[in-house]
């Protein structure tokens, strides 16, 4: 989806998958939200969403899932949220990138009601690759439950070195791994990087106050998130 497009329902389930093609240039990614792009549900239904990155490509990236842009949006009014991506085999293989404007309206993920909001991303990596995150959050980015729902974010990295299973990226402005109330659980996993990254000015917090745990084989966390247990 793309500039301001949507999918999307009165109160039904909805459900994308995306799987790419193959190229010698270029972006490959499974599902792609940009813009001011929507997939959303209305009343209690659940969105789901899968995507694997294409490839083999000489540039760019294969995404399994790629949430960017200023208001492009992943939601629903009170179904729980899921969000799944493997990474391809190009240059960067992540598995579900939330990459934000540095103003304006934040690139999220997020649920309505007491709706819960899972993302799992699988970074692939093939020799040669840079880099291949599970989860990436980039500046003006947000994985949040609107309510009471918990948030549970779970990243494998791939083979690439230097590669996280959950990284949060800051710039112009900060990501964010938040929730409505509800426990916040983050997963990293990394054999040739660290299992949990984030940045300096980047949060994983609820507000208001409910449990965070943490979870990696290896972390930096800059600064320490309120609440957190590793």
């Known amino acids: 989806t793309n500039g301001g497009a949507s999918i999307t329902s009165i109160g039904g389930n909805v459900s994308v998958i995306g799987t790419a ?3 010698i240039g270029g972006d490959h990614h499974g599902v792609r939200v940009f813009n001011a792009a929507s997939i959303s549900a209305g009343s209690s239904g659940t969105v789901t969403v899968s995507g694997t990155g294409g490839g083999p490509a000489a540039t760019g990236g294969c995404f399994g899932v790629d949430v960017r842009a200023s208001g492009a949006i992943i939601t629903s009014s009170g179904g729980n949220v899921s969000v799944t991506g493997q990474g391809g085999t190009c240059i960067q293989n992540n598995g579900v990138v939330l990459a934000g404007p540095t103003s304006g309206t934040p690139t999220t993920i997020t649920s309505g009601g007491s709706g819960t909001v899972t993302v799992t991303g699988t970074g692939n990596g093939v020799s040669g690759s840079s880099i291949d995150d599970g ?3 980039a500046v003006l980015a ?15 990295a791939g083979n690439s070195a230097g590669s996280a299973g959950v990284q949060l990226f800051t710039g112009a402005a900060a990501p964010s791994i938040n929730s409505g109330g509800g426990p916040i659980t983050v997963t990293g996993t990394s054999a040739t990087g660290l299992g949990i990254v984030t940045a300096t000015s980047s949060q994983i917090a609820p507000s208001p106050s409910a449990a965070v745990t943490m ?6 966390v800059l600064p320490a998130p309120v609440g957190a247990t590793a």
Do not use: E, F, Y
């Open 215 to 220: 979870i990696a084989d290896s972390m930096i």
């Open 142 to 156: 947000r994985i949040t439950s609107g309510g009471s729902g918990a948030v549970q974010v779970t990243g494998t």
């Open 135 to 137: 989860v990436t959050l």
């Open 21 to 23: 093609g193959s190229g």
